[in-house]
């Protein structure tokens, strides 16, 4: 019996890992955007985690950015999934265009336990990480239009500009 009530314990008192995030775009022409960072849950209860930041690059460099470590609160899987939506004119003719990768990036929740545990073990690399990287190469991808928000279903977005919301 103790064994198992030191198991609620600790199951109760540990916390997610916090995640960091790396973002670089690529684009041969002046442009800008706006990027959102979301961990994707079930439709329409994605969690933002960076959202609707403006930016803008000049042509032929990379747009880099870092942001700090969140916190994202308890998840009901062992990992996170994390995606983008970029809308951007990094185009030939400055058109909107938006991105949203196909694939989310996974990211187990105790990273560091796991980096502890492997040092411990002695094994040399972990496989999980906490720290989430996009490289995007933004010139001519994506569809034409602008990105919704994640958590707003295409038929919603209509009925708001038709009222004008």
Known sequence: MLPVLILLYL??????DPVSFHVEISCPVDWCGALIIYEEDDFPNHDIVAGDMR???????????????????WEFSPHYEFKYTLTHN????????CMVPRESQDVWIFGEWVTVLSALLRIKKSIF????????????NGVLNECL???????????????DI
């Open 129 to 140: 990480r906490q720290k989430v990287s996009f490289e995007i190469d933004a010139y001519g």
């Open 90 to 97: 990094c185009t030939s003719d400055g058109l909107t265009r």
């Open 55 to 73: 930016l803008c690059g000049k042509g032929g460099k990379k747009w880099v950015s870092d942001y700090g470590s969140y916190d994202l609160g």
């Open 11 to 16: 199951v109760a008192t540990v916390t997610p």
């Open 149 to 163: 928000d994640p958590n707003i279903s295409e038929e919603d977005y209509r009925r708001m500009k038709e009222i």
